[in-house]
């Protein structure tokens, strides 16, 4: 079965130099790669078999986006919500990604505060209802306390990542992916499920090695 592997790059590389030859070093067909905004353009130049993808969807520069080939949007990662990005602005920029033909991938995931509290259901819950019925659309869960750079550097139990995702699966009709702290050495204990059909990697898809290794 066809897994999706999505490169999001989220604030690296630092340059617009390292990040035309990161993106020139892992242009595959089997990986969508998501440079930050301000890199889109000049990766755009570069890449020739990756489907393009952008980390967010400012609603003002959405044709601009589409005008430089961006298939897939992400939404709703825990970066934004942690600067304040509610589900309601999640919910309006998703109707736009569909309107405008995007794919959108939105990310879903509780702190380690709602984990702890057992509230990761209600808040998974109240984040997926942002999904309309029979939309063409991926949803990445996302633990935020599991991913590398803002969580605990531990990355969540696959038996339990897949029991969040059939969850998720009994609310909304949707592809799944898991993220947080994915790599080579991890990415089969996940992706050996059919009910998870990709992973949204950050740190390691800026190793081209690595992330080669993982499609
Ligand atoms: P890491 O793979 O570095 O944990 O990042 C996950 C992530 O936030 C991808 O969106």
Redesign the pocket.
Known sequence: MYKLIVA?W?NNPATEEEAVNLAGKTDHENLVICPPLHFLKSVAGVVKKSPLGAQDLPESSAVELKNLGVKYV?LG???RRSIGETNETIARKLSLALSLDFIPIL?VGETWEEKQSGRKEEVLREQIKVVPSGSNIYV?Y?PVW????S?SGQRDNPVESLETIKFLKSLVQAHFLY????ASKNIGDYLKYEEIEGA??????LMPEEILSMI
Do not use: F, Q, R
Request: aromatic share 0%.
């Open positions: 999001n989220k992400i990662h825990s970066d990310c990445a996302e599991a991913i590398s750079t969580g993220g947080g702290s994915v949204l990697v950050g740190g390691a898809s």
